[in-house]
Antibody, heavy 119, light 107 residues
Framework: QVQLQESGPGLVKPSETLSLTCTVS????????WSWIRQPPGKGLEWIGY???????NYNPSLKSRVTISVDTSKNQFSLKLSSVTAADTAVYYC?????????????WGKGTTVTVSS | DIQMTQSPSSLSASVGDRVTITCRAS??????LNWYQQKPGKAPKLLIY???SLESGVPSRFSGSGSGTDFTLTISSLQPEDFATYYC?????????FGGGTKVEIK
């Protein structure tokens, strides 16, 4: 059974770059779309972007200028970088698998990791 | 962007009640509509995909219907473990978007 696990710093300073990695276990990263989603405290869900295992990407236009998602198939991992962070980027960040029918059909999620932006 | 509007934003119900949550898209999304359940401190869990297909392992008391712009999630007999927040999400466009959520609370 496929499992996803997010990892990375829980505290990032304003103006710096947030970096997270999602490790896929129990299955291959191939043939699926891999998304990042975030949820600010007490708020709803916002899709950040996804990457296909081949490397093609699609980002939320509201974040596109600051987001990079990459994949390392040899390690069964994909990663998120979000630059120039502010307090508004404080959130729980989830990784998820997509592609049940459409790339945005997210059927397996990681447990989430809390990232706080503060000096 | 396709806007997803859920109603109500919250509801109170008793164990055994039939609960219905609606979701409206700002434009037609065919059947590219998913429903997720989220409990406090936990990740969202996929319940329904493609508007009406039940995800494996999800109890049959959950059902989804609709197409185009109007969708419904129904819980036929609310159980204690169903108290949670429910989100609809469209996967029709290249920018997946979520509804604002419906919090189901104990009456």
């Amino acid at each position: 059974q496929v499992q996803l696990q997010e990892s990375g710093p829980g505290l990032v300073k304003p103006s710096e770059t947030l970096s997270l990695t999602c490790t896929v276990s129990g299955g291959s990263i191939s043939s699926y779309y891999w998304s990042w989603i975030r949820q600010p405290p007490g708020k709803g869900l916002e899709w950040i972007g996804y990457i296909y295992y081949s490397g093609s990407t699609n980002y939320n236009p509201s974040l596109k200028s600051r987001v990079t998602i990459s994949v390392d198939t040899s390690k069964n991992q994909f990663s998120l970088k979000l630059s120039s962070v502010t307090a508004a980027d404080t959130a729980v960040y989830y990784c998820a698998r997509g592609g049940r029918i459409a790339p945005g059909d997210m059927d397996v999620w990681g447990k989430g990791t809390t990232v706080t932006v503060s000096s | 962007d396709i806007q997803m509007t859920q109603s109500p934003s919250s509801l109170s119900a008793s164990v055994g009640d039939r609960v219905t949550i609606t979701c409206r898209a700002s434009q037609s999304i065919s059947s590219y509509l998913n429903w997720y359940q989220q409990k406090p401190g936990k990740a969202p869990k996929l319940l329904i995909y493609a508007a009406s297909s039940l995800e494996s392992g999800v109890p049959s008391r959950f059902s989804g219907s609709g197409s185009g712009t109007d969708f419904t999630l129904t819980i036929s007999s609310l159980q204690p473990e169903d108290f949670a927040t429910y989100y609809c999400q469209q996967s029709y466009s290249t920018l997946p978007t979520f509804g604002g959520g419906t919090k189901v609370e104990i009456k």
